[in-house]
Every structure is written in C-alpha cells, then in structure tokens.
C-alpha cells in the first residue's frame, strides 16, 4: 500500500480527481454530474492521499470537515426556510430564469458531500487504528 | 448452524414466487401517457424557470427537491452518528493507556 510508486501515482492522480469534482459539481446545471457526484470525487482525491500518504497527512482538516458539513447543512435548510418566506413553499425557487439556484444547491451539496465521506473515513480509520 | 433442508427448498420456492409476481405485476402497469401527471406540469411551466439545459438536475433541486433534502439529512445523521462513535472510542482508549501508563500510539489527533 505504501510502496513509492503508489504513493507517486496517488500523487499525480488527485489533484485532476479534485479538478473533475469541481467541474462536476459547478457545471451540474450544463452536463450530467452534480453535487452528489462532484462531491464524491472531491472527497476520492482526498481520500487517495489518506490511503497512501497516511492519515497524518488529512487528520488536520479533521476540525474544518465537520464545520463544512454543519455549513452544507445549515444552508440548505436556510435556502429552503428562504423560499418559504420568498415564494411560498419550502424549497421554492426563488429566481426563476436563472440558472442560480441550480449552482448554488450543487456547490453546497458537493462541499457537504465532500466533507462527509472524508469525515467517514477519517473516523473510521481512527478507530481501526490506522497510521 | 446449518439450515434445514425442507427450509433450504421453502426460502427457494418463495423466492421464485415473489419473482413471478414482480414480473406479472411489471407486465400489468399501463405504460400510457398521463396527463395529469406532475412531472408533465413541471415539463411545461417550471422547467424554464430553472435556467438548467440539464433536465434531471432541475427535476432533481426543484420538483424532486425534497428528495435531495431527505438525502442529505441522511447522509448529515448517518456521519455524525459515525463521529460521535469515534470520539467516545478514541477517549475510551486514552483513559485506558492512562490507566496502564502506556507510553506508545494514541499520537494522532
């Protein structure tokens, strides 16, 4: 698992993984993708440097991921208390004709995302004893 | 712990059944078009109003939206389960190198 030339593919693969996930999950309204997929790959980018490098290398954005999935959390749910209050019904689209909404629910999806699975795995690396 | 095999052939025979059933059923619906139909409204009144060339994302943030929602409220639930879980095992495993004075592991955090 940690022999050099994994560690140096892992490497050189991640950051197009990283690349691909922002694509996917900021042209979801154009192309097939979106957030829930643009997420995973963001969070497989981080994931390939956790398996190879080791968890020393991820556990710091262990305080960050939990605050990025609260955020995901807390502005979905306000996007959808806004339409209430805007349009007249939870999750209401509140500017039609652009494709805002669209964008703006597939980047916090993918940050969500994104932050959860790295979170999952953290952890459940953490508790097997992972180094 | 083996299964009987009168249960074996039981288990077998039911799932052939259900099978057939699904299928009979699948065969049965009427494929026809509907009207009345909610995703043929959202086709016709909404789906400009999203401003997305890509129709199953818009189905999916505006006509299946809550969908997504339930998704990810799932995802939130199942992942602070996960880390509440870990942070009690990784305390549970301090108190108990303390106790015995290890010295090695436990680095991490």
Not at chain 1, 109 to 125: D, P, T, W
Request: charged letters at 20%; proline letters at 2%.
């Amino acid at each position: 698992m940690r022999s050099p030339i994994v560690r140096t593919a892992a490497r050189a693969i991640s950051p197009f993984l990283f690349l691909a996930g922002l694509y996917f999950a900021t042209h979801g309204f154009l192309l097939p993708g979106g957030g829930f997929q643009g997420g995973v790959l963001l969070a497989a980018g981080a994931l390939l440097i956790l398996l190879t490098h080791g968890r020393e290398k991820v556990i710091h954005l262990e305080e960050d991921i939990d605050w990025f999935e609260t955020f995901g959390m807390v502005v979905f749910l306000g996007a959808g208390l806004a339409g209430i209050f805007f349009g007249g019904a939870f999750l209401y689209n509140m500017l039609p004709g652009t494709p805002v909404w669209c964008i703006t629910l597939d980047i916090v999806i993918a940050l969500k995302v994104f932050a959860g699975i790295l979170a999952l795995f953290i952890y459940l690396f953490g508790l097997e004893g992972v180094k | 712990m083996g299964m009987d095999k009168s249960w074996k052939r039981f288990f077998t025979l039911a799932c052939v059944l259900i099978i057939i059933v699904l299928i009979a059923t699948g065969l049965g619906l009427d494929h026809e078009d509907k009207e009345d139909s909610p995703v043929q409204g959202f086709l016709e009144e909404n789906y400009e109003e999203m401003g997305a060339d890509n129709l199953v994302e818009s189905v999916l943030l505006d006509l299946r939206a809550y969908d997504t929602f339930g998704e990810v409220i799932i995802l939130y639930i199942a992942i602070a389960g996960v880390i509440i879980l870990g942070k009690e095992m990784k305390k549970a495993n301090y108190e108990k190198e303390e106790v015995e004075g290890k010295d090695e592991g436990g680095d991490d955090g």
